[in-house]
């Protein structure tokens, strides 16, 4: 087929599809966007979508183009190494590492020019980070802690982590995993101040998935009848394959609910189309918030000070000081595993039997 070496800009609003960056402007207006395979003295050749699956070549002669944009690939892939720093909080080493590995590639593909000295300065401070995070440290409110400052303040930073880790949560609206990290902060560090803070948010939280349940349980039926006769409208063979899919998906959800209570989780996911457990998600809501409401703290216990005393304490050379800091530590509440962890340095260096 002979191709135009111009085309109308209404006949190219639709091979305007294209993924690719050169654009050609010409001097009637009309714009082309599509890949420059090939230039001549005279012209250019340039792949075009004319759609999603149909790709076709244009050529078009030099003296129709008022002036060319050029695709810029370096440009275009540091915009997403771009956005690998400042890197989030709680990641882990092999999240650094994925990391990069993209930073890698783009020195790789680019090694030379501006953009290649900012993507080195972007893996050196990611590479700098993940060495604290290979040695046990880990990065908290936008701050990297050590291996050492996070034993030193291991309570403190432990309880930060599981309040990390519920904020984040809230604010994606996951609220289950948002609650069920909170049970774990409330369970191990309930007389850190990690957890008075984060109690606020947790509060709102289950407001919202109060909310979500009870507006789920007053659609139930509506669902149900749906599925019915989305089912009943289906050609047999249709209808057949999604009512296996249905019962498998509802054998799933019981057997994930026995599995969820086996293990002792509180905030167990409900099934949208099992009132029995929106019921009980609902009510289980409405008693947490009660609970919590009627909170009361002992603020002469601080488990996050208690446990630095203990930790200097069992690292002295004072036997009346390290057992009364362990019995201060056993007062505020300091986990059971983390007093076994100081009464077995205390005894390692001599100041217990």
């Given at each position: 087929?002979k191709?135009?070496?111009?085309?109308?800009?209404?006949?190219?609003?639709g091979?305007?599809?294209?993924?690719?960056a050169?654009?050609?402007?010409?001097?009637?207006?009309t714009?082309?966007?599509?890949t420059?395979?090939?230039?001549?003295?005279?012209?250019?050749?340039?792949?075009?979508m004319?759609?999603?699956?149909?790709?076709?070549?244009?050529t078009v002669?030099?003296s129709d183009?008022?002036?060319?944009?050029?695709d810029?690939?370096?440009?275009?892939?540091?915009?997403?190494?771009?956005?690998?720093?400042?890197?989030?909080?709680?990641?882990?080493a092999?999240?650094?590492?994925?990391?990069?590995a993209?930073c890698?590639?783009?020195?790789?593909?680019?090694?030379t020019?501006?953009?290649?000295?900012?993507?080195?300065?972007?893996?050196?401070e990611?590479?700098?980070?993940l060495?604290?995070?290979?040695?046990?440290?880990?990065?908290?409110?936008?701050?990297?802690?050590?291996?050492t400052?996070?034993?030193?303040?291991?309570?403190?930073?432990?309880?930060?982590i599981l309040?990390?880790?519920?904020?984040?949560h809230?604010?994606?609206?996951?609220w289950?995993?948002?609650?069920?990290?909170f049970?774990?902060?409330?369970?191990?560090?309930?007389?850190?101040?990690?957890?008075?803070?984060?109690?606020?948010?947790?509060k709102q939280?289950i407001?919202?998935?109060?909310?979500?349940?009870?507006?789920?349980?007053?659609?139930?039926?509506?669902?149900?009848?749906?599925?019915?006769?989305?089912?009943?409208?289906?050609?047999?063979?249709?209808?057949?394959?999604?009512?296996?899919?249905?019962?498998?998906?509802?054998?799933?959800n019981v057997?994930r609910?026995a599995?969820?209570?086996?293990?002792?989780v509180?905030w167990?996911?409900p099934?949208?189309?099992?009132k029995?457990?929106?019921?009980?998600?609902?009510?289980?809501?409405d008693?947490?918030m009660?609970?919590l409401e009627a909170?009361?703290?002992?603020?002469?216990?601080?488990?996050?000070?208690?446990?630095?005393?203990a930790?200097?304490?069992?690292?002295?050379?004072?036997?009346a000081?390290?057992?009364?800091?362990?019995?201060?530590?056993?007062?505020?509440?300091?986990p059971?595993?983390?007093?076994?962890?100081?009464e077995s340095l205390?005894?390692?260096?001599?100041?217990?039997?």
């Amino acid at each position: 087929m002979k191709q135009s070496h111009t085309l109308t800009a209404t006949f190219f609003a639709g091979l305007i599809c294209s993924a690719a960056a050169d654009t050609l402007h010409l001097k009637n207006g009309t714009t082309f966007e599509g890949t420059i395979l090939r230039e001549s003295p005279d012209s250019f050749v340039m792949e075009v979508m004319v759609t999603h699956s149909i790709k076709e070549e244009k050529t078009v002669a030099k003296s129709d183009v008022a002036n060319v944009d050029r695709d810029q690939p370096n440009e275009k892939a540091f915009v997403e190494i771009s956005k690998l720093t400042p890197a989030p909080d709680l990641l882990t080493a092999g999240d650094y590492q994925s990391r990069l590995a993209s930073c890698y590639k783009f020195v790789k593909d680019f090694p030379t020019g501006p953009l290649a000295a900012k993507a080195k300065a972007i893996t050196g401070e990611l590479e700098k980070e993940l060495d604290f995070i290979s040695q046990g440290g880990v990065k908290l409110s936008g701050r990297v802690v050590s291996a050492t400052e996070r034993q030193t303040n291991k309570v403190e930073i432990e309880a930060q982590i599981l309040g990390t880790s519920v904020r984040a949560h809230a604010r994606a609206g996951e609220w289950i995993s948002a609650l069920r990290d909170f049970t774990k902060l409330e369970t191990d560090y309930s007389t850190t101040s990690e957890f008075k803070d984060v109690l606020p948010l947790v509060k709102q939280v289950i407001q919202q998935y109060h909310t979500q349940l009870v507006e789920s349980s007053a659609g139930l039926e509506k669902r149900l009848n749906d599925r019915k006769v989305g089912l009943e409208r289906m050609p047999v063979e249709d209808r057949n394959a999604s009512a296996r899919a249905i019962a498998e998906e509802d054998a799933a959800n019981v057997q994930r609910l026995a599995a969820e209570k086996a293990a002792g989780v509180k905030w167990i996911t409900p099934d949208p189309y099992n009132k029995a457990t929106l019921d009980e998600s609902t009510q289980y809501a409405d008693q947490e918030m009660k609970r919590l409401e009627a909170l009361k703290f002992d603020l002469k216990f601080d488990a996050g000070r208690a446990w630095r005393t203990a930790w200097t304490a069992v690292h002295s050379s004072d036997p009346a000081a390290a057992t009364t800091a362990l019995s201060e530590a056993r007062a505020a509440k300091v986990p059971a595993a983390l007093i076994t962890e100081l009464e077995s340095l205390a005894k390692k260096s001599g100041l217990m039997k």
